[in-house]
């Protein structure tokens, strides 16, 4: 079938055309690595691109706000993965993002994606904190990412150390009893803070230990849920407590 008859998105920009970056990602799809992200949650149309031949993309279209926007609108994994790393952070709407969230139907988007281009707008941590109380379970999972996201890359003096401090405590007491991949984004976060953020990184871990291991069923891939306790130990015996990212994409 041919891609613009799946895609009728005649939207042009400077730079390419939805249909031009659709051809692209069909031509590099691959059938391994399509069928390993079935197992996790991925669904038809998209064409198993490597996040690898995502970036080649992107060195062409650079950020390209409209062009993101359109892509994410295709419903193909594979554009919408690349429209978060080609997002403008800088023009994105809570409105957008909202629209994104909702519509990220798998774990790679909503605790990926989402969460990447969220953590990086103005409006961050206020939509973290707002998608946390989400009933659905990609949103809320999209709001424990995005507030991990923003501690990952937001200097410390710029950071609500006391929120941050009431979040551990909440994710260390809700995150057993939460939807499944909530638990799993919730031990991110507790493992996401205690690296990011020394002045917690003690309580962090006492939380980890404290949660031990979690359950969280992985759609039957070998992918293991670490233990937030161990996890923050690891960085810290490497010297990297509190190296923020540049950026939350990757």
């Known amino acids: 079938m041919a891609i ?27 059938e391994g690595t399509k069928k390993i992200l079935m197992k996790h949650g991925a669904k038809d149309p ?24 359109a892509l994410y609108d295709t419903g193909n994994s594979d554009a919408m993965y690349l429209a978060g790393l080609m997002a403008d952070e800088s023009k994105m709407t809570k409105s957008i993002m909202n629209k994104w ?14 969460p990447w281009v ?35 890359i937001m200097p410390d003096d710029q950071l609500d150390i006391k929120l941050y401090s009431s979040l551990l405590d909440q994710a260390a007491e809700q995150v057993h009893e939460a939807q499944n991949r909530v638990r799993y984004v919730m031990n991110g976060f ?16 006492k939380l980890g230990k404290k949660i031990g291991k979690v359950s969280v069923e992985m759609g039957g891939t070998a992918c293991k ?26």
């Open 4 to 30: 613009r008859s799946l895609y009728q998105k005649p939207l042009k920009t400077k730079d390419m055309t939805v249909d031009e970056v659709m051809k692209q990602l069909e031509a590099l799809g691959n």
């Open 46 to 69: 998209f064409f198993g691109v490597k996040v690898a031949d995502l970036k080649k993309i992107l060195k062409k279209t650079k950020k390209n706000h409209e062009l993101s926007l």
């Open 101 to 114: 969230a909702k519509e990220a139907y798998w774990y790679m988007l909503s605790e990926y994606t989402v």
């Open 118 to 152: 969220a953590s990086e707008t103005p409006f961050g941590l206020e939509i973290g904190q707002k998608w946390i109380k989400g009933k659905k379970e990609n949103i809320a999972s999209a709001g424990w990412a995005t507030l991990s996201s923003y501690a990952s």
């Open 190 to 205: 507790v493992i996401a803070v205690g690296c990011y953020v020394p002045e917690l990184t003690e309580k962090a871990s």
């Open 225 to 250: 849920v670490p233990l937030a306790e161990d996890y923050i130990k690891k960085v810290a015996d490497k010297g990297r407590i509190g190296k923020k990212r540049k950026s939350a994409r990757c």
